[in-house]
């Protein structure tokens, strides 16, 4: 997810004045869950307002704005989900969309015009002009089965990662979403993209290297032309699979698992990597206790982020549950969220504001809170 882009959600967006206009006849679900807290900040979660719902990707363009995309399992297969909040997810609604095929990844240009992008039997991108009241279908790039990343610098103009199939490629339009010119292709063997992370014409992926027997290691790929070429970043040998990637003021951290394995979430550690120079070069930095796969990290700060995933109990076999954790150094310490693990494991986290982020995963939406001191430095 052209100069000055910025980067509006994860591969995984705004929505104004869209809880006002759908309270009347939507459900409004609120802080129904008890907030739980410690050093690393509070969390405070709940259902999702509709059902059998499986959020893939939290976005938000404003201090209160967000939006949440998924799933919603139908007779025909899979259908697009969207939940809105205004208030930096004390409250959400559920936005009327239809469409079929599933959500993984939201951005938005500003308050009121959103893209949001996924796939079923074919590629989905749907598009909102009023802060997600109303959706419609454009084409996705042609040749892509599954679109499965998305940044948008501006109303008009967003970058994607797609794959028909054998490898990912970027596109890019400058209408909308009307019409697509197919730009760069990604690294030669390079899987897994879920989000992608732009500013100005640098743009980053976090994704995997695929090994044999359905194992990969660790990947970053990068474009520094607007996605007209890509190439892989330099990722210490060894590095599990990565999920995410988040940069603030040229410092980027990316997340992922110590667990080689591609085809399963296994009790593992999970992998923190840090980078000063925009993505160019990484380094292994300090992993959070607790969450044993992170899978979504956003920054607020250069130094306030979070990271979220799936952490472990202790019984036999062990049972993944939710998990967040924060920093307030940028990356050097982490501290969990005392309490923070949820019974849905969390897909995403977007951090609109330097105090609080929004999550989403499962069928759960959450509040955190970051710790005082990563605020504002």
């Given at each position: 997810?052209?100069?000055?882009?910025?980067?509006?959600?994860?591969g995984?967006g705004?929505?104004?004045?869209?809880?006002?206009?759908l309270a009347?006849?939507?459900?409004v679900?609120?802080a129904t869950?008890p907030?739980?807290?410690?050093?690393?900040?509070?969390?405070?979660?709940?259902?999702?307002?509709g059902?059998?719902?499986a959020?893939r990707a939290?976005a938000?363009?404003?201090?209160?704005?967000c939006?949440?995309?998924?799933?919603?399992?139908?007779?025909f297969?899979?259908?697009a989900v969207?939940d809105a909040t205004t208030?930096?997810?004390?409250?959400w609604?559920?936005?009327?969309?239809?469409g079929?095929g599933g959500l993984v990844a939201?951005?938005c240009a500003d308050?009121?015009h959103c893209?949001?992008?996924?796939g079923?039997?074919?590629?989905?991108?749907?598009?909102?002009?009023d802060?997600?009241?109303r959706?419609k279908?454009v084409?996705?790039?042609?040749?892509?089965a599954?679109v499965?990343?998305?940044?948008?610098?501006?109303?008009?103009?967003c970058?994607?990662l797609?794959?028909?199939g054998?490898?990912?490629w970027?596109?890019?339009?400058?209408?909308g979403?009307?019409v697509?010119?197919r730009t760069?292709?990604l690294?030669?063997?390079?899987?897994?993209?879920t989000?992608?992370?732009?500013a100005?014409?640098?743009?980053m992926s976090?994704?995997?290297?695929?090994?044999t027997?359905?194992?990969g290691t660790?990947a970053v790929?990068?474009t520094?032309?607007?996605?007209r070429?890509?190439?892989?970043a330099?990722v210490p040998?060894g590095?599990?699979p990565?999920?995410?990637v988040a940069?603030?003021?040229?410092?980027?951290?990316a997340?992922?698992?110590?667990?080689?394995?591609?085809?399963d979430?296994t009790?593992?550690?999970?992998?923190v990597?840090h980078s000063?120079?925009?993505g160019?070069t990484?380094?292994?930095?300090?992993a959070?206790?607790?969450?044993g796969?992170a899978?979504?990290?956003?920054?607020?700060?250069?130094?306030?982020?979070a990271?979220?995933?799936?952490g472990?109990?202790?019984t036999?076999?062990p049972?993944p549950?939710?998990?967040?954790?924060?920093?307030a150094?940028g990356?050097r310490?982490?501290r969990?969220?005392a309490g923070?693990?949820?019974?849905s494991?969390?897909?995403d986290?977007?951090?609109?504001?330097?105090s609080?982020?929004v999550?989403g995963?499962?069928?759960l939406l959450?509040r955190?809170?970051?710790?005082?001191a990563?605020?504002?430095?």
């Amino acid at each position: 997810m052209s100069g000055g882009r910025a980067r509006r959600g994860r591969g995984r967006g705004r929505a104004a004045g869209i809880a006002a206009a759908l309270a009347f006849s939507l459900p409004v679900v609120g802080a129904t869950l008890p907030a739980v807290g410690g050093a690393g900040g509070t969390v405070t979660a709940r259902p999702v307002p509709g059902t059998s719902e499986a959020i893939r990707a939290v976005a938000c363009g404003s201090a209160a704005d967000c939006l949440a995309v998924g799933s919603t399992p139908t007779a025909f297969g899979p259908e697009a989900v969207v939940d809105a909040t205004t208030d930096a997810g004390v409250t959400w609604v559920a936005a009327p969309v239809k469409g079929e095929g599933g959500l993984v990844a939201v951005a938005c240009a500003d308050r009121r015009h959103c893209m949001a992008v996924g796939g079923g039997a074919t590629a989905v991108v749907l598009t909102t002009a009023d802060g997600g009241r109303r959706w419609k279908a454009v084409a996705a790039p042609a040749g892509a089965a599954t679109v499965s990343a998305v940044d948008c610098a501006s109303a008009a103009d967003c970058l994607v990662l797609a794959t028909g199939g054998a490898g990912y490629w970027s596109a890019s339009t400058t209408d909308g979403g009307r019409v697509w010119q197919r730009t760069g292709t990604l690294p030669v063997g390079f899987g897994g993209p879920t989000s992608v992370n732009c500013a100005g014409a640098t743009c980053m992926s976090a994704g995997y290297q695929s090994l044999t027997g359905a194992k990969g290691t660790g990947a970053v790929a990068r474009t520094a032309d607007g996605g007209r070429t890509w190439s892989a970043a330099a990722v210490p040998a060894g590095t599990g699979p990565l999920h995410d990637v988040a940069c603030e003021s040229g410092r980027c951290l990316a997340v992922g698992t110590s667990s080689p394995n591609l085809a399963d979430v296994t009790p593992a550690p999970s992998v923190v990597l840090h980078s000063a120079d925009g993505g160019q070069t990484w380094a292994g930095a300090a992993a959070p206790a607790g969450v044993g796969d992170a899978v979504g990290v956003a920054c607020a700060t250069a130094l306030g982020c979070a990271t979220v995933g799936t952490g472990w109990t202790s019984t036999d076999p062990p049972a993944p549950v939710g998990a967040v954790a924060t920093t307030a150094d940028g990356g050097r310490t982490w501290r969990p969220v005392a309490g923070g693990r949820l019974a849905s494991g969390l897909a995403d986290v977007a951090c609109p504001a330097a105090s609080a982020c929004v999550a989403g995963g499962g069928d759960l939406l959450a509040r955190v809170t970051l710790p005082s001191a990563g605020r504002g430095r």
